[in-house]
Each structure stands twice: as C-alpha cells, then as structure tokens.
C-alpha cells in the first residue's frame, strides 16, 4: 500500500505542479515521469482508485493513510464528476501526461484514454459504475440523480456531492450543443417531485444566465451547484406544507420562511462545496432592494451577484411549473411581472439580460418597453 500512497503523492504534486504553472513548465517532464515510474512499481494489469462515500479505495483496500494529498485527490475526483479511474496495463507516459493535464485543469471535463477509464459511483448502490458520456444526456435523468442525493439528506447525513457535480458537468457540456434553454426544463409531472426537479430547472437558467454574461470554468461550475443546491432547506420542512394543494396559511409560510436558514446552516458544514452554495441557499430569498426575507436584525451587504442570478431563476421557475394550487404561467406574463419587480426584487442589469437571452432563444420579437431600473 506505501508504493499506492507514493503513486497518489507524485501524481498530486504533478497535478499541482500542472495547474500553478502548466505542461510548458521545465520540471512538468521529470514530475510525470515520477508518476508513471511510480504507478510501473505498484500496479500489476490493473490499477483502480476509487472514491466511495469520501474515502479512497485503491485496489480494493480502503486507503487510511495519505494525508495531505490523499485529500486533495478527493477534492479534485469532487470537483471533476469522477469516483471512480481505472489504469489498465499497456498505459503509455503520453496517456499518464494527458492524465495529469487534464486532471489540473478546472474547465475539461471527462476523456477517455486507451488505457485509463474514468466514471462516476452511482450513488443508489455505490459501487456501479455508470456511462458519464453525453451521448444520452436526459433532463429526466438528471432530476432522478438530484433525488436519489436528496432523498439521503439528514440533518446528520452529509450530502454525497459527486452526482451534483455530475449533473453540472453534463448540463454544462449540453448547453454547447442547444441554443434553446427552456428544452433543459422539466415539467413537473409529480408535486412530490417538484423540488428536484425545480432544484435542476434553477441550475440550468442560473448556469445559462451566467454563461450568457461570459462567466466560464470553474465559476460557472460553482454557480450550478449553488443553484441545484438553492432550497435544500426544504428538506426539512415538513411534507404537509411543501405539497400542501392550497395556499399556505401564516403559520405554515413562516415555517416555509425558514428554509433559507437551514439550507445554509447544513450546506455550510460541508468542506467540500463552494462557499456560493451556502450564500445562495441563505440569500436566494433576500431581495435585491433590501427586503424579503430571512430578516436580519443587523446591516446587511447586498446580495451576492449569484443568489440574485438565482433570485431571477427560482422566480421564472416557480410561476412557470404548474403548482397544486395554481396552473403554470406563459413566459411572456411571467416577464411582465419580473419587470414590475425590476429594481426592488431584481438586479435590474441581470433581469434585463435575463429576459433579452430567453427571448433571443425562443427568437421571440424584443418588446420596446425597458426593464425599469
Ligand atoms: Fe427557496
Ligand atoms: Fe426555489
């Protein structure tokens, strides 16, 4: 198991290496060769790092020692989408380089080489190993993927982030190839389900509203998640309110009200999210003039520009998904009233951008009305 540890410590030092300075660097050559001599010492025709429940399991044995980079291993196959890479023999220094590169890099996603397989844990039996290809990129399969992750949240149970990545890495790669955003949208077919689904609609408009403003890489990405992330407050809201087919009354919305706060409490636990995903969970409610709420009883900053990329995208999503009180409203009717609310509610700049980028992907005609500052 030591040669296992030198093999993740050379490969770490190589991947940090790469992204501080890059491939060109002098000593990028001698520290890839350092990894495949290592990786030539340990493995036999096979060599499989797995990531499973935030441990590393290298060759079928749990990995307990590795320190330093053993955890930025983690938080690296975190960041990517991967759970799972396996090296097979006939592996090439080439391949191992490209290895490296790709690994340091924080905007390609997945590849396939000859010799080293990468996939993700599905998550529901932990050990499967499913196709991250994006040939069968589904909305429908991406929301089931936000459920089994949600379905396991408990106040004490962290929640798994690699199928979150997963799903932002696959939204991410889709988007190049449709220019119609609304296509990525569920329709709810289930109340129950409303909050995946929901949770994967607000990813998708906050990511296509970033994208559309020229945020890219690592940030886009960080935007994603703190949207899919947005109401995991709800998870511990009772049932009865969440489906409740009727208005709320006071008591239950003040209990609703409180989603924001325990959203953030149990997101900012977690060491391995962006620190965007607890900000918009506790922000996405706050509006951009002030008001909203969780109410503070101290000055507060204005929102962060994310929870109001957020803000825009939660309100768009939840007047155009059919509720069980209320049927689901045209995009045109919904702009309407976001423009009334442009200025108090909204970032009048991102909701005037917002409305001008969907209306040029549905090519609907520009009204002449401006969004009122
Ligand atoms: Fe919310
Ligand atoms: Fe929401």
Redesign the pocket.
């Known amino acids: 198991m030591d040669k296992a540890i030198n093999f993740i410590s050379s490969l770490m030092i190589a991947v940090s290496n790469c992204s501080l300075y890059s491939k060109e660097h002098e000593s990028f050559d001698d520290l890839a060769r350092k990894v495949y001599a290592m990786l030539m010492e340990s493995m036999a025709d096979r060599f499989e790092i797995m990531m499973l429940l935030n441990d590393l399991v290298v060759n079928n044995t749990p990995l307990r020692k590795g320190g330093l980079h053993r955890t930025r291993l983690l938080k690296r196959f975190t960041r990517k989408g991967i759970a799972r890479v396996e090296i097979s023999a006939g592996v090439s220094l080439a391949e191992i380089k490209q290895f490296i590169v790709d690994l340091s890099a924080s905007r390609k996603g997945l590849r396939t080489y000859p010799h080293i397989k990468t996939g993700s844990v599905n998550i529901s039996d932990g050990m499967g190993v499913i196709d991250t290809s994006l040939d069968t990129f589904s909305p429908d399969d991406e929301t089931g993927k936000l459920k089994e992750s949600f379905d396991a949240v408990t106040f004490q149970k962290k929640l798994q982030m690699v199928a979150l990545h997963e799903v932002v890495v696959r939204f991410i790669a889709a988007f190049k190839g449709e220019n119609n955003v609304l296509k990525f949208l569920c329709p709810v077919k289930d109340y129950s389900e409303y909050t995946y689904i929901h949770a994967a609609n607000v990813a998708v408009l906050s990511m296509f509203q970033a994208k559309t403003l020229g945020i890219d890489d690592e940030l886009l990405h960080d935007i994603g998640i703190a949207a899919l992330l947005?109401?995991t407050?709800?998870l511990f809201i009772s049932k009865d309110i969440l489906e409740k087919k009727g208005k709320l009354d006071d008591n239950e919305f003040n209990e609703m009200k409180n989603?924001?706060v325990l959203g953030a409490r149990y997101l900012a636990k977690m060491d391995d999210i962006t620190r965007l995903a607890p900000l918009a969970a506790f922000e996405?409610?706050m509006q951009y003039d002030g008001s909203g709420y969780p109410v503070l009883n101290f000055q507060r900053k204005k929102q962060h520009f994310c929870s109001q990329i957020v803000a825009i995208a939660?309100f768009f999503d939840a007047l155009r998904s059919r509720r069980p009180y209320r049927e689901s409203w045209e995009v045109e009717k919904i702009f309407a009233l976001m423009v009334k609310n442009s200025g108090t509610a909204f970032n009048p700049l991102l909701l005037d951008h917002f409305i001008k980028s969907i209306r040029a992907t549905l090519s609907l005609p520009e009204e002449t009305q401006e969004v009122r500052g």
Do not use: Q, S, Y
Request: hydrophobic share 0%; net charge negative.
């Open positions: 947005h109401d407050g709800k989603h924001p996405h409610h939660d």
